[in-house]
């Protein structure tokens, strides 16, 4: 049980997507924006990520981090925002899915 | 997301200050909406409603879709006195997500052995408080029965807004205790706030039970906060 009453700042991602923003990186930040059945991480979960992959924090506990990691970059590259969405491995035309049956919704975004 | 809005909502959050970042997913444009900020609408509506559950939601409103991220600081209890009903009431409340400190000055109470795995001090409130600031997102519990170590805590709390304020006592107890309220200059509205007798009416009668009461009681505060101001100002 986490029981800080303080931003945890080494872990917080949108702590750490600012700190990277000042660095002079190229950042983008994923959310969690819808969840159906059983998801991993609730709505509002972030991932942020850099134009070299690196990234911190979860919108799945790690079932679909690496595929969001490469629309991420993408998105920095071309400045438009992408829904992406994940369910059941076979169900969907995503190579990766979610092992536990759920479905999730994730909004990636550039930073500035 | 915009590079302004994200510096926004971080030192909000490093403040323990509630915020929503509203997202418009047709566009990607968005805000950072302060409790208390007036949004009109539907969308105002869904705004309100993250605030008060805490819960991130998309909303469909204006014919747009938006995404709220609900930024909630914590809540904590803050409770003055380590007494039998703190004992009960520390873990209870950090299991129902409340994370706990106790204040006692008198170290014949304030022992780790009475109260393992909580934060406790010590010391006198004012110390503590003026390291460790009371906030809205705060709620205080005064349990000691002496004015000494109650009250000036019970004036720091409505000063900061407290979400909860509760003071162990029968109504004369508290009677005489508004009375030394005033005179150290808090006003007759705010002393209104403060919940004395302490916890919700269901006749508890021992320690662990009156600490169900308190923490109900606060439990209820937390939900249906900003109702109540509301109300008041109307």
Redesign the interface.
């Known amino acids: 049980m986490d029981e800080s009453i303080y931003l945890d700042e080494a872990r917080d991602p949108l702590i750490i997507a600012e700190g990277w923003m000042k660095d002079g990186k190229d950042v983008a930040i994923a959310t969690v924006v819808e969840t159906w059945g059983s998801a991993p991480r609730p709505v509002g979960s972030h991932l942020v990520i850099d134009a070299e992959g690196n990234f911190h924090g979860s919108v799945s506990g790690g079932c679909v981090e690496g595929a969001v990691v490469t629309e991420a970059i993408d998105v920095i590259g071309s400045g438009k925002a992408r829904m992406l969405e994940f369910g059941v491995a076979d169900e969907t035309a995503w190579q990766v899915g979610l092992s536990c049956g759920g479905r999730i919704k994730v909004y990636v975004e550039r930073l500035g | 997301?915009?590079?302004y809005v994200?510096?926004t909502?971080?030192e909000e959050?490093?403040a323990?200050r509630a915020a929503v970042l509203v997202?418009d997913?047709g566009d990607?444009r968005d805000r950072v909406v302060r409790e208390g900020d007036h949004v009109a609408g539907d969308l105002g509506a869904a705004i309100a409603r993250a605030f008060r559950t805490g819960?991130?939601?998309?909303v469909e409103a204006e014919g747009r879709t938006f995404?709220l991220?609900?930024h909630l600081?914590?809540p904590?209890l803050v409770v003055i006195g380590a007494v039998h009903i703190s004992q009960a009431l520390a873990p209870m409340a950090?299991i129902a997500g409340y994370?706990v400190e106790i204040i006692d000055p008198r170290t014949a109470f304030a022992t780790p052995e009475r109260f393992p795995d909580v934060a406790l001090h010590a010391e006198w409130p004012q110390d503590v408080l003026q390291r460790e600031p009371l906030d809205s997102y705060t709620a205080l519990a005064a349990v000691t029965h002496d004015p000494k170590i109650d009250d000036l805590a019970l004036k720091a709390a409505l000063d900061a807004r407290c979400f909860y304020v509760g003071a162990l006592g029968s109504r004369k107890t508290h009677a005489k205790r508004v009375e030394r309220l005033l005179a150290l200059g808090a006003s007759a509205d705010q002393i209104a706030r403060i919940h004395a007798p302490i916890g919700l009416d269901i006749g508890a009668a021992s320690p662990a039970e009156i600490a169900v009461a308190v923490l109900a009681q606060t439990i209820h505060a937390f939900r249906s906060r900003g109702l109540e101001s509301k109300g008041a100002a109307a």
Do not use: E, V, Y
């Open positions: 997301m915009d590079p994200l510096k909502l971080n959050r490093r323990r997202t997913l990607g819960n991130s939601a998309s995404f991220n609900a600081p914590r904590r950090r994370p």
